[in-house]
T-cell receptor, first 119, second 115 residues
Framework: AQKITQTQPGMFVQEKEAVTLDCTYDTSDPSYGLFWYKQPSSGEMIFLIYQGSYDQQNATEGRYSLNFQKARKSANLVISASQLGDSAMYFCAMRARRGGGTSYGKLTFGQGTILTVHP | ETGVTQTPRHLVMGMTNKKSLKCEQHLGHNAMYWYKQSAKKPLELMFVYNFKEQTENNSVPSRFSPECPNSSHLFLHLHTLQPEDSALYLC??????????????FGPGTRLTVL
């Protein structure tokens, strides 16, 4: 079974500081993809960053980077130089192959972390 | 970014009404999804269409009926809903759900209230 765990219901950060949002995952498939999404209060889910299980380097996308520790099965999102507009819910998600097959299926989402950026 | 659009953005309906949610994607994708997001609950996948074939029905009650006439359009037909069906309904699209790197792009959602 695939599982994503986000243990931080809420996080606070000062503007311009960096913040790390935790995500751990569980799968028996050695080939999987990890995703982070941002959901502002407006509701739309915005794709931020992707990390593949075979990628040698941590993914980066502007101020977002993924601290990928495969042995620990963690894929933490690091947001540098936080901005007020970063205040939102953040979801970690994973895709792995279903039932030992060759094709990948649905995304499994975590519970989310609410990030609040203080001025 | 208007890659995935959803209408209406807000909907209030009685339990005896019939309504439909519409989703349209302009990204040339082949897969489309319906998710339900209730307050204080994780995102729930409802239906998936890949290349117009339904590949997932996540034990969704029959009062929700999806329709995917082509790769660009997805509908969710609603009838005799319950108050607990009040939620944010999100549509998403992606290139091909069978691929590991496949990234889903979401619409703005329809906030549904059932009275």
């Amino acid at each position: 079974a695939q599982k994503i765990t986000q243990t931080q219901p809420g996080m606070f950060v000062q503007e311009k500081e960096a913040v790390t949002l935790d995500c751990t995952y569980d799968t028996s498939d050695p080939s999987y993809g990890l995703f982070w999404y941002k959901q502002p209060s407006s509701g739309e889910m915005i794709f931020l960053i992707y990390q593949g299980s075979y990628d040698q380097q941590n993914a980066t996308e502007g101020r977002y980077s993924l601290n990928f520790q495969k042995a620990r099965k963690s894929a933490n999102l690091v947001i540098s130089a936080s901005q007020l507009g970063d205040s939102a819910m953040y979801f970690c998600a994973m895709r792995a192959r279903r039932g030992g097959g060759t094709s990948y299926g649905k995304l499994t989402f975590g519970q989310g972390t609410i990030l609040t950026v203080h001025p | 970014e208007t890659g995935v659009t959803q209408t209406p953005r807000h909907l209030v309906m009685g339990m005896t009404n019939k309504k439909s949610l519409k989703c349209e994607q302009h990204l040339g994708h082949n897969a489309m999804y319906w998710y339900k997001q209730s307050a204080k609950k994780p995102l729930e996948l409802m239906f998936v269409y890949n290349f117009k074939e339904q590949t997932e029905n996540n034990s969704v009650p029959s009062r929700f009926s999806p329709e995917c006439p082509n790769s660009s359009h997805l509908f969710l037909h609603l009838h005799t809903l319950q108050p607990e069906d009040s939620a944010l309904y999100l549509c998403a699209s992606s290139q091909d759900e069978r691929e590991r790197t496949d990234t889903q792009y979401f619409g703005p959602g329809t906030r549904l209230t059932v009275l």
